[in-house]
C-alpha cells in the first residue's frame, strides 16, 4: 500500500553528492599514492593534502546528514518530524465550518495534520514551492492528502511575504520552520503580516527557528501582540523535550526553536 511522502528536509540528492563526493577523493587518494605520476614529490603531496581535506569534510557532512535524514524521517525510527508536526497541529481548532491557513505547506505535512484533526473544518495549504524545493509541489501535496483519506484540505500557491488574502479571513494559522528560510525581511513582520488575516477569536500555532539572531527580541513581540489585543500568546522552547531534547537541538543545529501559540 502507497504512504504518503512527506519527504525530507535534508535533501537526498545532498546526500548523493557528499557520498560520492568523499568516495571520489578517497579512491583518489589511494590511486596517487599507488602509482608513479609526472608531478613533483611537492605537487602530489599538495593534491594529496587537498584531497584528504575533502574527503574529511564530506565524509563528515554524509554522516552527519545520514543521521539527520533519518531522525527526520516519516518512515524511520526517531519520526522527529512526525512528532514536531503533530504536536504543533494539536494547538489547532477550527470552528464548525471554519477555515484555517498553513503557511509554507511543503509536502502538505502540517496541512494535512490539522484538517485531520478539524474534520468539522476545512484547512488550506500555501506555498511558493519553486527551485530551492523542488521535491516539493502543490501536486505532491494533493497526493498525499488523497493517500490519507483526507478531503477538507486544498492547496494553493502563496507569499509568506504578501498573502493573497484579505484580513481575519481565517479561523486557524499556522506554520512551522518557514520564516527562517526568508532572507533579507524582518521576521517579526512576516509573523504580523501572517497574523493580518486571523479572525478575531481565532488560534495560532507558528513553530520555527526564532532565535535572537533571527527574529529579534520575542519576548517583546510577545508583549507587543497582548498590547495588540491579542487574549492569549505564549513562546514555548520545544527543545527541551518537547518536541526535541536540547542534544537533539544542537546535534541537528536547531537551537532556537520555538512554538508561538495563542488566540486573536
Request: hydrophobic content about 40%; glycine content about 10%.
Amino acid at each position: 500500500m502507497e504512504k504518503p511522502d512527506y519527504k525530507n528536509w535534508v535533501p537526498k540528492g545532498m546526500l548523493i553528492a557528499l557520498s560520492t563526493a568523499s568516495i571520489i577523493s578517497i579512491l583518489c587518494i589511494l590511486l596517487l599514492g599507488t602509482i608513479s605520476t609526472s608531478l613533483s614529490g611537492t605537487a602530489q603531496a599538495i593534491i594529496i593534502a587537498l584531497l584528504g581535506i575533502v574527503f574529511l569534510v564530506c565524509g563528515i557532512s554524509s554522516v552527519w546528514c545520514i543521521i539527520a535524514y533519518r531522525a527526520f524521517s516519516y518512515n524511520g525510527k526517531r519520526k522527529l518530524s512526525r512528532q514536531i508536526v503533530n504536536g504543533t497541529a494539536a494547538y489547532i481548532t477550527i470552528p464548525e465550518g471554519g477555515k484555517g491557513l498553513d503557511i509554507g505547506c511543503g509536502s502538505g505535512a502540517l496541512t494535512i495534520a490539522c484538517a485531520k484533526r478539524n474534520r468539522q473544518g476545512t484547512m488550506m495549504g500555501v506555498d511558493r514551492w519553486g527551485k530551492d524545493y523542488a521535491s516539493f509541489s502543490k501536486g505532491l501535496c494533493e497526493h498525499n492528502a488523497e493517500l490519507e483519506g483526507v478531503h477538507n484540505v486544498s492547496f494553493a500557491r502563496g507569499n509568506a511575504i504578501k498573502l493573497q488574502f484579505p484580513d481575519e479571513s481565517f479561523d486557524a494559522v499556522t506554520s512551522n520552520y518557514v520564516y527562517h528560510n526568508i532572507t533579507g525581511m524582518d521576521k517579526q513582520r512576516l509573523l504580523l503580516e501572517s497574523l493580518r488575516v486571523l479572525k478575531k477569536g481565532g488560534v495560532f500555532a507558528i513553530h520555527d527557528l526564532m532565535s535572537p539572531s533571527r527574529y529579534g527580541d520575542m519576548n517583546s513581540f510577545v508583549k507587543a501582540l497582548k498590547d495588540m489585543g491579542y487574549e492569549e500568546v505564549n513562546l514555548i522552547d520545544t527543545t527541551k523535550n518537547m518536541f526535541m531534547t536540547s542534544s537533539e537541538a544542537r546535534k541537528f543545529m536547531l537551537t532556537g526553536s520555538s512554538l508561538l501559540v495563542g488566540r486573536k
